[in-house]
């Protein structure tokens, strides 16, 4: 079975710069879509981005569109999230995942979910 581990968050003040990290493990997810999810306390789990199997088409939630860029290295097995001008709203817990698509990532299609990183903002 395989896992996902995410690294890289932390606390951070508003304007700078974070880069998570989503390593797998156990199997390849080479050709799978991947993709980052983030909840808040007392919120839903939200979509914040996602790449294709091959990492060249990428797709952003409206709220970080312009300041996080997602990528992929499929040789390391290793999904990345870069967050620049980070603001108090992007305070959440982090979870990276795969999806059983290659081109798509949505929750109702998720085989492997991470455990979760923090990441808080502060003023």
């Known amino acids: 079975q395989g896992q996902l581990v995410e690294s890289g968050g932390g606390l951070v003040q508003a304007g700078d710069s974070l880069r998570l990290s989503c390593e797998a493990s156990?199997?390849?997810?080479?050709?799978?879509?991947m993709g980052w999810f983030r909840q808040a306390p007392g919120k839903e789990r939200e979509f914040v981005a996602s790449?294709?199997?091959?990492?060249?088409?990428?797709r952003y939630a409206e709220a970080v569109k312009d300041r996080f860029t997602v990528s992929r290295d499929r040789t390391k097995n290793t999904l990345y999230l870069q967050m620049n001008n980070l603001k108090p709203e992007d305070t959440a817990v982090y979870f990276c995942?795969?999806?059983?698509?290659?081109?798509?990532?949505?929750?109702?299609?998720?085989?492997?979910w991470g455990k979760g990183t923090q990441v808080t903002v502060s003023t």
């Open positions: 790449a294709d199997w091959r990492g060249g088409t990428r």
């Open positions: 156990g199997r390849t997810f080479s050709n799978n879509a």
């Open positions: 995942a795969a999806s059983r698509h290659a081109a798509a990532i949505a929750p109702d299609i998720v085989t492997n």
